[in-house]
């Protein structure tokens, strides 16, 4: 089975840096795009990055523009988010998702990581 596992997170003051991990593992014949959410304590999931399939289109939530990046070393390869100056409002579960066609003939299925914390204190 494809199995996705962040990692990265940590506790940081208001204006540092992290980076998180995203590693796929498992019978991958094809990935699609790579995904970052958060969930803030008491708050709904919300998108927070996108790298496409051919890891040359990203998109960002406004909140973060300009300070995250989305990397991929190769579409099969881990995902990464660059985060700099980190605001406390950034404190959040962050999980990835990646899409994923396990043979040529079967559809690409979306699967989520299990979530690093970030922490952001001010």
């Known amino acids: 089975q494809v199995v996705l596992v962040e990692s990265g997170g940590g506790a940081v003051q208001a204006g540092g840096s992290l980076r998180l991990s995203c590693a796929t593992s498992g019978p991958i014949w094809s990935a699609g795009g790579l995904f970052w959410y958060r969930r803030a304590p008491g708050k709904e999931r919300e998108f927070v990055a996108s790298i496409d399939y051919k890891n040359q289109i990203t998109d960002y939530a406004d909140s973060v523009k300009g300070r995250f990046t989305v990397l991929r070393d190769d579409p099969l390869g881990t995902g990464y988010l660059h985060m700099y100056n980190l605001k406390p409002e950034g404190t959040a579960a962050y999980y990835c998702?990646?899409?994923?066609?396990?043979?040529?003939?079967?559809?690409?299925?979306?699967?989520w990581g299990q979530g690093t914390q970030v922490t952001v204190s001010s």
């Open positions: 998702k990646q899409e994923v066609a396990t043979t040529e003939s079967d559809p690409y299925r979306q699967y």
